[in-house]
């Protein structure tokens, strides 16, 4: 059974449920046991999907249109978000959105990868993949927060970096890189949260970060599954076979020690119980706000510099 | 052999490189060796015979169109190093499984046989013209010159050595990206160098990268771009994203001036472009117009 299918079995015990419940009121029979009975299967189901959930399932839940996007989390999650655009020197790319926030009191700036939440959208949005203008949005806040001392949190959510005529004109290489250089040396603390897509360097441009989290049903890896596979099997179709063994998966990652922690999402996925994923998210966020501030510039520059320092492993 | 035979081999090779069958999206990863061991070759970018040897003295260059081939680490340290100035560090430094892959430490063993070196990349210092600098020079013949753990763990530390001596560093950078076979930790050497990057430019190191044919992915999304001066080596392709993905995205063929550093260097991101046989002049010229600079640290 797949994924959808369980879900769509949940579903049905859900409905079976109601009508037990309506008939109960209506014809006063008791179906308390029944219900009851009917629970119990629902929470071993969910239990069942989150434990057989494959890497290719999560890529799935990752990529699902419902899923929710950076606009969403930072409205339930931040008071009186005021959004700024464009770098200053080409234009706005609507693929990275950012600007200041207050974080029960804390003022941050907040930036984030932004996919669309129905077609439409999505072709304003680029399908959250973007251009070096964004990335060069993203950097004039980031430094922007530097100077007034602010915290940075940031959402990734890409695909990855957008592959066309335009961007490598405007310098997308160059773009990613002057990120992952500045970020290195911002003096503010840098949080980041995977919420759906970590597509390579579109992703890493905006988490070179003191501390990276992500959620259960993320996936953060050097390429798509797709692309893996079209590269080294030249068969892009392989991409579930890709997912397998690229360790994009959040457990994987957390071994890897490339994130730092995981936070749960309900059976199935995010958009399941919006509220309660931003609540996990902002419980983390003010606990690791609250720490990294106790450091000094110093110590925090060399907790970010150690902890890109230290991978790979080599004879 | 009869003299017929002797162009039929080279057929082989002229059809991977003719200026018009074939786009370099495919050269880039056929991993095709460019000077094949026979008495001609046909120019790729003029359609001129050469003869082998000639190309070889002449700097791998076409002595008709100065179409540069491919060079490995040894042909171009020779050209850039003064004689016997090179000492190379981290020498022996090789990959493990860090994914557990299948096949990738084979794959890695096989590489090593054929390109005579452990890893994509030779670090070490030298002299230019009698100026001490740390000088990193990746290699196509290994694997692409994909960035792995390895490249990313050299590249670092020759960085590092060149911000503790305070030398001026220099990177000859040729790469198909990050090295897929060990995922997400290749994606993690770009933050790591570029981190190293920015200390050294706080501690106020010049850094020169020279960009080579092939540039790409992770590298150009990295070091590459991010040197104080950024020289391209005429004629060499530099890009992000591989043409052939943007072809498909746009659903059209792209023109061959498409990503290089001639392209690149109209666009802004590149501060110059020189022919291999004045290379070593040219950086030996901005070496020395830093060298009061670099004392001042």
Redesign the interface.
């Known amino acids: 059974m797949t994924i959808k299918e369980k879900e769509r079995k949940i579903d049905e015990l859900k409905l079976k449920i109601n009508e037990l419940k309506l008939i109960e009121s209506n014809e006063k029979i008791d179906f308390t046991d029944q219900i009851e009975e009917l629970n119990e299967k629902i929470l071993e189901m969910e239990k069942r999907i989150v434990d057989e959930m494959t890497p290719w399932d999560r890529v799935l839940v990752s990529r699902e249109q419902k899923r929710p996007t950076s606009l969403e989390y930072i409205d339930e999650i931040f008071d009186d978000f005021i959004e700024f655009h464009g770098d200053r020197y080409f234009g706005d790319d609507k693929a990275i959105v950012g600007g200041i926030a207050s974080l029960d009191g804390i003022k941050v700036t907040v930036v984030g990868e932004q996919k669309g939440t129905d077609t439409k959208d999505n072709i304003y949005r680029n399908f959250g993949m973007p251009s070096p203008e964004g990335y060069r949005k993203a950097l004039r806040l980031m430094k922007q927060a530097e100077k007034f001392g602010r915290p940075i949190v940031t959402f990734v959510d890409t695909p990855g970096a957008f592959c066309g005529v335009t961007a490598e004109e405007r310098g997308q290489g160059e773009a990613i890189a002057k990120n992952l250089m500045e970020m290195a040396g911002l003096k503010v603390p840098v949080l980041t949260f995977i919420i759906g897509e970590g597509g390579s360097g579109g992703a890493l441009a905006v988490a070179v970060s003191n501390k990276i989290y992500m959620l259960e049903n993320s996936i953060y890896g050097v390429l798509s599954p797709e692309g893996f596979a079209s590269i080294l099997w030249k068969d892009g179709t392989r991409a579930q076979e890709a997912a397998d063994v690229m360790k994009i998966t959040a457990n994987d990652l957390l071994a890897l020690k490339v994130i730092d922690g995981i936070i749960e999402e309900p059976a199935g996925g995010a958009h399941k119980d919006f509220s309660m994923v931003a609540g996990n998210i902002k419980e983390v966020m003010l606990r690791e706000l609250k720490e990294l501030q106790l450091l000094s510039q110093e110590e925090l520059l060399n907790h970010r510099y150690e902890r890109f320092r230290a991978f790979g492993k080599f004879e | 052999m009869p003299i017929g035979d002797l162009f039929k081999k080279n057929l082989k090779y002229i059809e991977l490189h003719s200026q018009n069958g074939v786009d370099r999206e495919e050269r880039v990863e056929k991993e095709v060796p460019y000077i094949p061991d026979n008495l001609f070759v046909k120019c790729p970018s003029c359609g001129e015979k050469l003869y082998t040897e000639e190309v070889a003295a002449n700097l791998n260059s076409c002595k008709y169109c100065e179409h540069h081939f491919r060079i490995g680490n040894v042909d171009r340290l020779k050209m850039i190093a003064d004689e016997g100035s090179f000492v190379e560090i981290d020498k022996n ?4 499984n ?2 557990d ?2 096949g990738y430490l084979e794959k890695i063993a096989g590489y090593q046989k054929s390109s005579g070196i452990t890893e994509a990349i030779v670090t070490g210092t030298c002299t230019i013209n009698s100026i001490k600098v740390v000088i990193g020079v990746m290699d196509s013949n290994f694997m692409m010159g994909s960035m ?3 490249v ?2 050299k590249v ?1 530390r020759a960085i590092e050595k060149a911000m503790v001596e305070k030398l001026p560093l220099i990177i000859f950078t040729a790469s198909g990206g ?1 090295r ?13 160098t ?6 050294f ?2 501690a106020g190191g010049l850094y020169i990268t020279v960009i080579t044919d092939p540039t790409t ?2 590298v ?7 040197g104080d001066i950024i020289i391209g080596e005429k004629g060499a392709l ?5 043409k052939r ?2 072809e498909q ?2 659903k059209q063929k ?1 023109p061959d001036e ?2 290089t550093v001639e392209f ?1 260097k109209e ?3 590149i501060d110059t472009i020189v022919a291999r046989k004045d290379m070593k002049a040219l950086l030996s010229r901005i070496l020395i117009l830093h060298q009061e600079v670099q004392n001042d640290n």
């Open positions: 430094m090789t990959s493990v860090t994914l892959y299948p792995g753990s390895v990313g763990e670092t990050a897929m076979q060990e995922g997400i930790i290749s994606l993690m050497q770009m933050a790591k570029s981190s190293a990057i920015k200390r430019s706080d992915g992770g150009t999304a990295s070091f590459a771009m991010l530099i890009g992000f994203a591989g993905v943007i995205t746009i792209l498409f990503q690149l666009k802004g991101f």
